[in-house]
């Protein structure tokens, strides 16, 4: 079932109070009330957000896995994944990367630069990444060990 937008839905009103005038008081009061109504909902006509999370409190070890999600809907997460945010506790003596992985192939990363809590997310490419239901998204640490404590974050697309 294919989800009406706002305008389809007061065109079918408007059409539904034609139609039952005799059983539907179609005055203008009503049909003002049920636009007033849709109007306060556009809001839920965006898309709905998809995160996905990660909460990582000790110190990973090289080329570890810290997070790993099968999808089960179809997302998409803008160039760069635009507002997701990842930090740590304890900042990097050097430069720290996990890698994003999509299936297996490597399409983005998360970078600490050296002493720094926040990280730079990009995609491999710069470009928008799709993920459909049965693909894998996963997280894997750097293949050296350097000290970095409590990853978390989160990874913010929506569903379409």
Do not use: W
């Amino acid at each position: 079932m294919t989800a009406k937008s706002i305008a389809q839905i007061k065109a079918d009103i408007d059409a539904h109070l034609q139609a039952h005038g005799a059983s539907i008081d179609p005055s203008p009061v009503l049909r003002k009330t049920l636009f007033d109504i849709l109007d306060s909902l556009k809001a839920y006509n965006a898309p709905d957000p998809h995160l996905i999370r990660l909460t990582y409190p000790g110190i990973p070890s090289p080329n570890a896995l810290v997070l790993g999600e099968v999808f089960v809907v179809d997302v998409a997460f803008p160039a760069n994944f635009a507002g997701s945010q990842f930090r740590c506790l304890v900042a990097p003596h050097e430069a720290y990367m996990l890698r994003i992985l999509k299936n297996g192939d490597e399409v983005g990363a998360i970078e600490f630069a050296a002493g720094q809590t926040s990280a730079t997310i990009s995609t491999s490419d710069g470009e928008s990444l799709q993920f459909a239901p049965g693909d894998i998204l996963q997280l894997v640490t750097q293949a050296s060990l350097d000290v970095i404590l409590g990853l978390f974050g989160a990874l913010a697309g929506t569903r379409v």
